[in-house]
């Protein structure tokens, strides 16, 4: 890890990375270990088959949010890093292997293809209901493969301008260690 343990629970954090990573489970784990509420930016951002919401109905959500005082907010949208950011009181970063969240991007699709209807998100449905897991999975794997190089340097860069604490994890071990009670301390 990059970065020293926060002795006290923040109670803003965001968790950007790597696509594929496990940035949204990460982000339930932590929430339902510490009682925050979560946000999956993808959720908040696409409707039914990959379409994203209007600007100002996505911003609107983001925005809602924000104006909480406990929140985890998941998913990279650098477009609207910046605002996130400012409210935030620790970004975690998940620097995953771009190899092993190909991977993990690739799995998670075939499950789509088999799980129950009901349990497929619902930008990942077409609007009458039948599932579409990826929208352009090579295109997205591409950009799986070079995130670590073109976009983690961005997001870092723009931690550093707002100030805010980062912690930088590399796999599940280090993702799992930051449920424990022994890295976040309760005020």
Not at 70 to 99: C, E, F, K, T
Not at 122 to 149: E, N, Q, W
């Amino acid at each position: 890890m990059t970065a020293e343990a926060p002795t006290l629970l923040p109670f803003r954090i965001l968790i950007m990375g790597t696509p594929a990573a496990g940035k949204s489970w990460l982000a339930r784990r932590i929430g339902s270990h510490f009682e925050i509420p979560c946000l999956e930016l993808d959720s908040a951002y696409f409707t039914s088959n990959w379409t994203p919401k209007l600007a100002e109905d996505w911003r609107a959500v983001v925005d809602q949010v924000l104006s909480t005082e406990r929140w985890i907010i998941d998913g990279n949208h650098v477009d609207s890093a910046r605002s996130r950011m400012s409210r935030a009181q620790l970004l975690v970063v998940y620097d995953r292997h771009p190899l092993l969240c190909l991977m993990s991007y690739w799995l998670r699709i075939m499950r789509l293809m088999v799980v129950q209807v009901d349990e497929v998100p619902d930008y990942a449905k077409t609007a009458d209901g039948r599932r579409r897991p990826a929208h352009m999975p090579l295109r997205f794997s591409g950009s799986i493969v070079r995130f670590r190089s073109r976009v983690v340097p961005k997001i870092l860069e723009l931690a550093s301008k707002e100030d805010l604490a980062v912690l930088v994890i590399r796999n599940r071990r280090q993702a799992q260690a930051l449920t424990s009670n022994s890295f976040f301390s309760e005020p």
